[in-house]
């Protein structure tokens, strides 16, 4: 019999009071989970949520669409954007926000921090993420942004990086040099519209993470979007192997062939 779950957000949602100026609610059906926030004018993150999760700007990666009304976001790097009715969302963690509508924003979000929003987290726990989570999460941020000199500081010198499958690029990958020289001809294959953008990074604390990222890039006027994930394995702060996985390999083999 086939499993189907579903959940209602109105009826069956936890509700997360802000401060002030609204709130958010929380639901899950098996391996959908959906906050939707409502957030009333006057509402801002560090007077309305920043005292009940008690960091220093937001920690939580937004993934998702704004339903009504608009809302400013400012980064710890000082960079500002808006988001307005109809826009769909990808927003690093690290931030202040603030309505800026005469109605209330509605948002959807459905990225894994999502779970954590405006909760508090207990005392004397450390953070979610360890040390090589945070190292993969530089390395993805340098990836996309082309920032080789970081990515080099964080490999090995005799890294080794897996690509599966049969496409053109396929094979083993030995070396800081030959790494780096696969990323460019990644690169080079798509025109430069190659990325893969983080949905949840997983550790266990000794050196060994997986992250879920979402790969998008272009080819001869054809857009192809696909979810994947890295295995990585860290000997200290080093990078020194690389495992590719992805949910349709021959798919992702066809696109760059």
């Known amino acids: ?29 098996g391996a959908a989970a959906i906050l939707r926030g409502e957030f009333e004018p006057g509402w801002r993150w560090s007077e309305d949520v920043k005292p009940i999760v008690g960091t220093g700007s937001c920690q939580v990666h937004h993934l998702g669409y704004v339903v009504s009304g608009s809302m400013r976001i400012r980064f710890d790097d000082g960079t500002e954007v808006e988001v307005t009715a109809g826009d769909v969302f990808d927003l690093p963690r690290g931030h202040d926000a603030w309505v800026t509508s005469d109605v209330p924003c509605v948002m ?11 909760r508090g987290r207990p005392k004397g726990i450390a953070a979610p993420d360890d040390a090589a989570m945070n190292v993969i999460r530089r390395g993805y941020a340098a990836f996309n942004t082309g920032d080789v000199d970081t990515l080099r500081s964080l490999f ?19 070396g800081a040099d030959a790494v780096l020289e696969y990323y460019g001809k990644l690169g080079e294959r798509c025109d430069g519209t190659f990325r893969a953008d983080l949905l949840e990074v997983h550790g266990d604390g000794h050196g060994h993470v997986t992250a879920v990222h979402q790969l998008s890039a272009t080819r001869g006027g054809t857009k192809h979007v696909s979810r994947g994930s890295i295995l990585f394995t860290l000997m200290g702060d080093k990078i020194t192997d690389i495992l590719e996985l992805h949910s349709d390999l021959p798919g992702y083999d066809a696109f760059m062939s």
Do not use: C, I
């Open 1 to 29: 019999m086939v499993d189907v779950l579903v959940s209602n957000l109105d009826t069956q949602g936890e509700t997360r009071q802000f401060e002030a100026h609204g709130h958010a609610v929380l639901t899950n059906a």
């Open 108 to 118: 959807v979000d459905y990225s894994a921090d999502a779970t954590r929003y405006a």
């Open 156 to 174: 090995s010198h005799d890294v080794m990086q897996h690509v599966a499958g049969t496409g053109p690029l396929a094979g083993t990958y030995k």
